[in-house]
């Protein structure tokens, strides 16, 4: 049974930096392209970022360019987003998601999903 599992949300400043995990089991994590979308109450879910099968190339929202970082550590079946100078605005539930496929910004592609990790930046 494959379980996606965040964790690394709460409440931050603007400004400030939080770093959220996905802790995958029951696959292997290497078989899979791994991304990070959000939603904002009210809002449609939207891309953030994704991370090839190897880690070695990677793919941002306009929106978090230079900002966030997403990683992976395969050894650990563990995907990280890294979230600096965060503002109101990436206020949000973070989903972390699994593709068997190639990386892409697409989410209906994407095979498994976690239950999300509450982020909220404050002014």
């Known amino acids: 049974q494959v379980q996606l599992v965040e964790s690394g949300g709460g409440l931050v400043q603007a400004g400030g930096s939080l770093r959220v995990s996905c802790a995958a089991s029951g696959l292997t994590l290497d078989s899979y392209a791994m991304g990070w979308f959000r939603q904002a109450p009210g809002k449609e879910r939207e891309f953030v970022a994704t991370i090839s099968k190897s880690g070695r190339n990677t793919l941002y929202a306009d929106s978090v360019l230079g900002r966030f970082t997403i990683s992976r550590d395969n050894a650990k079946n563990t995907v990280y987003l890294q979230m600096n100078s965060l503002k109101p605005e990436d206020t949000a539930v973070y989903y972390c998601?699994?593709?068997?496929?190639?990386?892409?910004?697409?989410?209906?592609?994407?095979?498994?999903w976690g239950q999300g990790t509450q982020v909220t930046v404050s002014s």
């Open positions: 998601a699994a593709n068997f496929d190639a990386m892409t910004t697409m989410g209906r592609l994407y095979d498994y």
